[in-house]
């Protein structure tokens, strides 16, 4: 069996190198204090085995909720009192609100992704093509689901998680959706509104990688977003600007992921800018 990411290894693994500090607990804690809240986000490492003590210590200690990363975002479910429509439909959980004394699992990233993409587009009948088919991809593809795009193309390296993720949205909401295995030169449909980068290529060191795409066929009219943070201009979304597209970058959907928690759990909305200048700092950016 493959050994779980341990906490630092996962952080490497979302943010492309080691970090001093925890990018998101310094996010968090810029709009705590932006906001006047005494409030904490603390980085708190778990192994597998204590979840179930992590999540009961939690709650008798009176959290508000908590964020949890791999190797918990599935295993955490077994522990909570009822789950989201969207966590419930992707079977991940990576946020813990507390409601009415009760742990309910909901999954921000997919949210902060489409909250990000309504500042620039309503996504309600669009076509929409996304590349990879790993944990972003997923929680993506449910809320872009969910949200009502008229179509979703999947395009991704390998069969076993692109086909995986094409039945999941095919049977739990019933929208078209296709899949595309490993081209090393896919054209983007001219009809496609909305073009996404789920899947890790182009996260530091390997900040030339790019996409297996034919970039002359991004057309201005089409929304170009990148999931990658780290660092938040790539190869694909400069070929998308120099084409004229519209470009959503990886810190928008980490912002405002954390934006939907501090809301979930305080009640305040927090401020996107305060807290993207606190991670461009982080980031070097
Ligand atoms: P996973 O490991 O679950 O999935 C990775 C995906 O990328 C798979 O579809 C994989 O294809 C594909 N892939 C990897 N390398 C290549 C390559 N060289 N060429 C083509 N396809 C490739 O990772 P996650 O989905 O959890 O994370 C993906 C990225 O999303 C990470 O880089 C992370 O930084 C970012 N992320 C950003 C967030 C944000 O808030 N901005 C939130 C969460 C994640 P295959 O199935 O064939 O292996």
């Given at each position: 069996?493959?050994?779980?990411?341990?906490?630092?290894?996962?952080?490497?693994?979302?943010?492309?190198?080691?970090?001093?500090?925890?990018?998101?607990?310094?996010?968090?804690?810029?709009?705590?204090?932006?906001?006047?809240?005494?409030?904490?986000?603390?980085?708190i490492?778990?192994?597998?085995?204590?979840?179930?003590?992590?999540?009961?210590?939690?709650?008798?200690?009176?959290?508000a909720?908590?964020?949890?990363?791999?190797?918990?975002?599935?295993?955490?479910?077994?522990?909570?009192?009822g789950?989201?429509?969207?966590?419930?439909?992707?079977?991940?959980?990576?946020?813990?609100?507390?409601?009415?004394?009760?742990?309910?699992?909901?999954?921000?990233?997919?949210?902060?992704?489409?909250?990000?993409?309504?500042?620039?587009?309503?996504?309600?009948?669009?076509?929409?093509?996304?590349?990879?088919?790993?944990?972003?991809?997923?929680?993506i593809?449910?809320?872009?689901?969910?949200?009502?795009?008229?179509?979703?193309?999947?395009?991704?390296?390998?069969?076993?998680r692109?086909?995986?993720?094409?039945e999941?949205?095919?049977?739990?909401t019933?929208?078209s959706?296709?899949?595309?295995?490993?081209?090393?030169?896919?054209?983007?449909?001219?009809?496609?509104?909305?073009?996404?980068n789920?899947?890790?290529?182009?996260?530091?060191?390997?900040?030339?990688?790019?996409?297996?795409?034919?970039?002359?066929?991004?057309?201005?009219?089409?929304?170009?977003?990148?999931?990658?943070?780290?660092?938040p201009?790539?190869?694909?979304?400069?070929?998308?600007?120099?084409?004229?597209?519209?470009?959503?970058?990886?810190?928008?959907?980490?912002?405002?992921?954390?934006?939907?928690?501090?809301?979930?759990?305080?009640?305040?909305?927090?401020d996107?800018?305060?807290?993207?200048?606190?991670?461009?700092?982080?980031?070097?950016?």
């Amino acid at each position: 069996m493959k050994k779980p990411r341990s906490f630092k290894q996962e952080l490497t693994a979302c943010f492309g190198q080691p970090v001093a500090e925890n990018p998101t607990q310094v996010m968090m804690e810029a709009a705590f204090r932006h906001h006047g809240l005494d409030w904490r986000y603390l980085t708190i490492e778990v192994a597998p085995e204590g979840l179930g003590d992590a999540v009961r210590g939690a709650k008798v200690m009176g959290f508000a909720g908590f964020n949890c990363t791999i190797p918990h975002k599935v295993a955490v479910i077994d522990h909570l009192d009822g789950l989201g429509e969207s966590a419930a439909l992707m079977r991940a959980v990576n946020c813990v609100v507390r409601r009415d004394g009760k742990f309910i699992g909901e999954n921000t990233d997919g949210k902060g992704f489409l909250k990000a993409l309504r500042e620039v587009t309503d996504p309600r009948d669009q076509a929409v093509v996304m590349f990879g088919a790993g944990g972003a991809a997923r929680a993506i593809g449910v809320e872009l689901a969910l949200a009502g795009v008229r179509r979703i193309t999947i395009v991704n390296r390998s069969p076993r998680r692109g086909e995986e993720l094409v039945e999941l949205l095919r049977s739990a909401t019933n929208i078209s959706c296709d899949l595309v295995v490993g081209p090393e030169d896919y054209s983007v449909p001219a009809d496609a509104n909305i073009v996404i980068n789920a899947t890790s290529v182009g996260l530091f060191p390997d900040v030339d990688a790019r996409l297996p795409m034919n970039p002359a066929t991004l057309r201005p009219h089409m929304i170009v977003a990148d999931v990658i943070p780290n660092p938040p201009e790539t190869p694909f979304l400069r070929e998308a600007k120099a084409r004229g597209c519209r470009v959503i970058d990886g810190l928008e959907m980490l912002v405002n992921q954390g934006v939907i928690g501090i809301e979930y759990w305080t009640g305040i909305r927090a401020d996107a800018t305060v807290m993207r200048n606190a991670l461009e700092e982080v980031f070097g950016v």
